[in-house]
């Protein structure tokens, strides 16, 4: 599975860099880092949304820091 981060200017500024480590960390603890991808992406076109740009199967979605490991548990977990 591949989790695609936004990383324009604007997310960056919202914490991207942030959610990327928490995500590495997260995934490295389940042991799960042969099955889940990060992978970086330029402008999503989604600057004036609240929360970084993250892409999963073709779902958008837009995570604060502080919220990655809910977003992990509801919406990746599942879909392993
Ligand atoms: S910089 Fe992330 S959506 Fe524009």
């Known amino acids: 599975m591949e989790i695609t981060i936004c990383i324009g200017s604007s997310c ?3 914490g991207a860099r942030e ?3 928490k ?3 997260i995934i490295e603890k389940c042991e799960l880092s042969n099955q889940i991808h990060l992978k970086g992406a330029f402008c999503m ?3 004036s949304v609240e929360g970084v740009s993250v892409k999963v199967e073709d779902e958008l979605f ?3 820091p502080e919220n990655v490991e809910q977003f992990f548990q509801d919406e ?3 879909r392993l």
Do not use: A, Q
Request: proline share 0%.
């Open 12 to 14: 960056h500024l919202k």
């Open 19 to 21: 959610i990327v480590s």
């Open 23 to 25: 995500l590495e960390k």
């Open 45 to 47: 076109g989604k600057c």
């Open 62 to 64: 837009y995570l604060k």
């Open 76 to 78: 990746i977990l599942r």
